[in-house]
């Protein structure tokens, strides 16, 4: 697992460009790196699911591991919109 970069906000005119960039990814699809990415968080969720269910104890590591997948999901997806947007963001 790569380890977190610094993170920033992204500004309005991103903000805006993500909004309708993610209007066409719903009509086209997702890129299959994040595709990927996503089932993997899914799995890993289901995992903690179930070793909470048989064991009755949370196991904050897996639960960890699950934030820092989907805070690199969200790097992923900002990465996409910036590929996909270069002449819409500065």
């Known amino acids: 697992m ?3 970069g610094p993170m920033r906000l992204a500004t309005r ?12 990814y719903t009509k086209e699809g997702l890129p299959p790196h994040i595709v990927a990415h996503k089932k ?3 799995e890993k969720i289901r995992n903690a699911e179930l070793f909470m269910a048989r064991t009755g104890a949370v196991d904050y590591g897996m639960i960890n ?3 820092r997948m989907k ?15 270069r ?3 500065e």
């Open 13 to 24: 005119r991103e903000a805006k460009a993500m909004i309708e960039l993610g209007k066409q």
């Open 40 to 42: 993997l968080i899914d």
């Open 71 to 85: 805070l690199h999901l969200d790097g992923l997806y900002m990465d996409a919109i910036q590929d996909a947007a």
């Open 2 to 4: 790569q380890e977190l």
């Open 65 to 67: 591991e699950i934030v």
């Open 87 to 89: 002449d819409v963001i």
